[in-house]
């Protein structure tokens, strides 16, 4: 275990103790279904990112808990959103910023409107869940992955990554309309 995990997953526990009632130090990305304070609504999604994980609410006191990586420091999402539209194997294109902050690793984006089209070497993989404020879109995107050792880690953009097959597993799960909550 990387000594940040743990510390994140300490300060976490400590700090959010009312939200959920049992959570490890030990991080594991696998779905798996845990206890959570009972003021949550059933089909919510909350996300924690300190501690990286995605809760999907079943009923009350219960949630799915999936494994996420998040955004680097200064690039995170907090606050609420709504799920406003949903895309299987979905096109990508970075943001004008990322293009900004490393145009290097963007090269092929600059002056150009291209996206890359959806499939398994496309950044977003296999799902994309598009989080909107406002009826407007955010930018940011619960989404998959081709870089699955992201999971546990700081280093997006600012998305909320998940494996693959977890992301395919959420998308079916959740309508567009979901509430989503990022502390």
Known sequence: MLRRTFIASTAAAVALPQVVSAQSATFDPT????????????????????????????????????????????LEFTGSATIGAKKEWPTWRPTNEMIERDPSAYARFVGNTDAQPGGPGNPLGARALYLFQGGRDTYFRIHGTTAPKSIGRSVSNGCIRMLNTHVEDLYKRVPIGTKVTVV
């Open 31 to 74: 779905p798996q279904m845990v206890r959570i304070k009972k003021s949550y609504n059933v089909g919510e999604l909350l996300i924690l990112p300190r501690s990286y994980y995605l809760y999907f609410v079943t009923e009350k006191g219960m949630a799915m808990r999936y494994g996420v990586g998040v955004g680097r420091a200064g």
